[in-house]
């Protein structure tokens, strides 16, 4: 696939919409400290690629499985990898969202959830 | 670079309303460089807004697909009018922000003063302060000259300051202004002693 001279510029844009992968990936940067390399390393791919993947549409709803599955197989990336980080995210977004609410900690069923199905997809790798 | 057939085209707009999670990249590799080209040869800075520009649509686009209806006109015009307002929008903002700079960066340049200007008005204000200080003006006349070199206007307010407020009107006012030409002149001369001090 060739890069043209706008994706990074779009990839950079996508962080600011919530539904985009590329929203995800800067907030999983953040909460775990990685360059774009070692994320991109941690998927499996190149950084021209994670480029590419941070113009997909952010997986949700019942479909994530297959969505995710869509995105790793046209992107050759790691299965499981973009699923623990795609869930990451949306556990600890969950978690801030509850606490700016004032919610207690205790465990939610989003997180179990989610926990279940990384394990799941670890399982089956 | 030419846009995509309009089979195609819906295609991928079928694609985008069923939320496809990789078809958001399609539509940038698909529209992205027909959109540039149809804005116009750009150079640079141009360049770069354009790109900004199209991206924005796009985002736009694939955040409310719904707001495009096929049956007014092909998505790829419909895309590529967007981005030219938008290009549109994005120069008047900057000629617009320019302008409020240039006003500003005019008036302040107008308003300031050289740094050695500054520094000479400061000496000479603390000279002049010294001067009033060491004169034997009474309480009443340093307090009305403080009203003076304030700008105050009021002809009750300084025969205030001076102890005449109780006077009737007409001859509170003549006091007063006998009292304020009476200080000015003191003032000037003080003044010319200074500056005969200093030749």
Redesign the interface.
């Known amino acids: 696939m060739t890069n043209p001279e706008w994706l990074e510029r779009a990839a950079r844009r996508s962080r600011s919409e919530t539904w985009m992968l590329g929203h995800v990936f800067e907030r999983y940067r953040e909460l775990e400290g990685r360059t774009q390399e070692e994320l991109a390393k941690e998927l499996g791919c190149t950084p021209d690629v994670l480029h590419w993947l941070s113009l997909c549409r952010r997986p949700e709803g019942q479909d994530f499985d297959e969505q995710a599955s869509a995105i790793a197989k046209r992107f050759a990336v790691d299965l499981v990898s973009l699923v623990q980080v795609l869930r990451h995210v949306e556990v600890m977004e969950t978690l801030s969202r509850q606490v700016g609410n004032g919610d207690t900690l205790e465990e939610q069923p989003m997180q179990s959830a989610a926990r279940d199905r990384t394990r799941d997809s670890e399982n089956n790798s | 670079m030419s846009f995509p057939t309009q089979e195609e085209e819906l295609a991928l707009h079928e694609r985008v309303l069923k ?7 399609d539509v ?1 590799q698909v529209f ?2 027909p959109i540039l080209s149809a804005l116009g040869r750009k150079e640079g800075r141009e360049r ?1 807004d354009a ?2 520009s ?3 649509v ?2 736009s686009y ?2 409310n697909p719904e707001r495009y209806l096929s049956q007014k006109g092909r998505l790829s015009t419909y895309l590529t009018q967007a981005a030219k307002k938008r290009l549109l929008d994005r120069y008047r903002s900057t000629e617009a922000r320019q302008r409020r700079e240039q006003e500003f960066g005019d008036a302040f340049e107008l308003g300031a003063r050289s740094p050695n200007d500054a520094l000479e008005i400061s000496v000479e204000a603390r000279r002049a302060v010294v001067r009033l200080e060491q004169s034997a003006l009474g309480e009443g006349d340093r307090a009305l000259l403080g009203l003076v070199l304030q700008g105050e206007r009021s002809t009750l307010v300084m025969a205030e300051a001076i102890g005449l407020a109780s006077l009737p009107e007409d001859d509170r006012r003549r006091e007063v202004k006998r009292h304020r030409d009476r200080l000015m002149k003191w003032l000037a001369r003080l003044g010319k002693e200074d500056s005969d001090d200093e030749s």
Not at chain 2, 19 to 25: C, E, G, N, S
Request: charged share 30%.
């Open positions: 939320r496809d999670p990789v078809a958001p990249t940038f992205m460089d770069e790109y900004d199209i991206i924005d796009l985002f694939l955040a």
